[in-house]
């Protein structure tokens, strides 16, 4: 899991480019990294303890995937063919649609944890990743970036082990806490949004992998919120 930390994490580790996308399994165990300060916050219940938890989180994940967001949804809602709207993507400046698309996912989890237990930040986070990873075993790479070259190491060994930790990262939660399994409802989130950059862009590129990681958090908690979890 070290080589894959540098990549979905700021915490200083160093990591070998090589043999990170020997880890992608790992995707799932990264939660538990990278939701452990905001759920300390949430649980010492400070006060503002969901503006801080957020702040916490992106303090740890830093701001790549809120980045490739914007980006996303600047191409996804250009009208026209599919090159206008990838050339928009990949646009540095970032367009009101971009800048809404942000907002809104940061509202949506900052009103969200507010009603969530303690752990549903973890549970998030959890489904973030863990949709990453199925986001990579669709093997339909967008250029050759970062995504195309972690989908080149993905195979169906590295989604069973995957699959396997997720379930047993989720299930001692649902144990002490069974109505905790809508949880994973907010995976449909980022197969919603997996469906979505495919049908505009025929492809996944880092902006998509960020859209489909920040929309399943989101997409979570707002369920979590919901069922009263």
Same mark, same amino acid.
């Given at each position: 899991?070290?080589?894959?930390?540098?990549? +979905?994490?700021? !915490? @200083?580790?160093? $990591?070998? *480019?090589?043999?990170?996308?020997?880890?992608?399994? &790992?995707?799932? =165990?990264?939660?538990?990294?990278?939701?452990?300060?905001?759920?300390?916050?949430?649980?010492?219940?400070?006060?503002?303890?969901?503006?801080?938890?957020?702040?916490?989180?992106?303090?740890?994940?830093?701001?790549?995937?809120?980045?490739?967001?914007?980006?996303?949804?600047?191409?996804?809602?250009?009208?026209?063919?599919?090159?206008?709207?990838?050339?928009?993507?990949?646009?540095?400046?970032?367009?009101?649609?971009?800048?809404?698309?942000?907002?809104?996912?940061?509202?949506?989890?900052?009103?969200? +944890?507010?009603? !969530? @237990?303690?752990? $549903?930040? *973890?549970?998030?986070?959890?489904?973030?990743?863990? &949709?990453?990873? =199925?986001?990579?075993?669709?093997?339909?790479?967008?250029?050759?970036?970062?995504?195309?070259?972690?989908?080149?190491?993905?195979?169906?060994?590295?989604?069973?082990?995957?699959?396997?930790?997720?379930?047993?990262?989720?299930?001692?939660?649902?144990?002490?806490?069974?109505?905790?399994?809508?949880?994973?409802?907010?995976?449909?989130?980022?197969?919603?949004?997996?469906?979505?950059?495919?049908?505009?862009?025929?492809?996944?590129?880092?902006?998509?992998?960020?859209?489909?990681?920040?929309?399943?958090?989101?997409?979570?908690?707002?369920?979590?919120?919901?069922?009263?979890?």
């Amino acid at each position: 899991m070290r080589n894959i930390l540098p990549f +979905l994490t700021r !915490v @200083p580790v160093k $990591g070998d *480019f090589e043999k990170a996308r020997e880890e992608l399994w &790992a995707f799932p =165990l990264v939660a538990l990294v990278s939701s452990a300060l905001p759920t300390l916050v949430l649980y010492l219940r400070l006060p503002l303890g969901n503006v801080l938890a957020l702040l916490a989180l992106y303090f740890t994940i830093g701001l790549l995937h809120l980045d490739g967001l914007a980006d996303w949804a600047d191409g996804v809602m250009v009208k026209g063919e599919r090159e206008r709207k990838i050339k928009a993507m990949k646009d540095v400046n970032t367009g009101i649609a971009g800048l809404f698309a942000v907002v809104m996912i940061l509202l949506l989890q900052v009103y969200s +944890l507010g009603l !969530v @237990p303690f752990y $549903g930040l *973890f549970l998030a986070e959890l489904n973030s990743k863990f &949709a990453i990873l =199925l986001a990579l075993a669709t093997k339909k790479p967008l250029g050759q970036g970062l995504g195309a070259y972690f989908m080149g190491g993905m195979n169906r060994k590295q989604l069973v082990l995957g699959m396997a930790f997720y379930s047993l990262l989720i299930f001692p939660v649902v144990f002490l806490e069974p109505l905790s399994i809508f949880s994973s409802l907010g995976l449909f989130a980022g197969i919603y949004t997996l469906h979505v950059s495919l049908k505009n862009f025929g492809g996944l590129n880092g902006d998509c992998l960020g859209a489909i990681a920040e929309i399943t958090r989101a997409g979570t908690l707002l369920v979590m919120a919901f069922a009263g979890q």
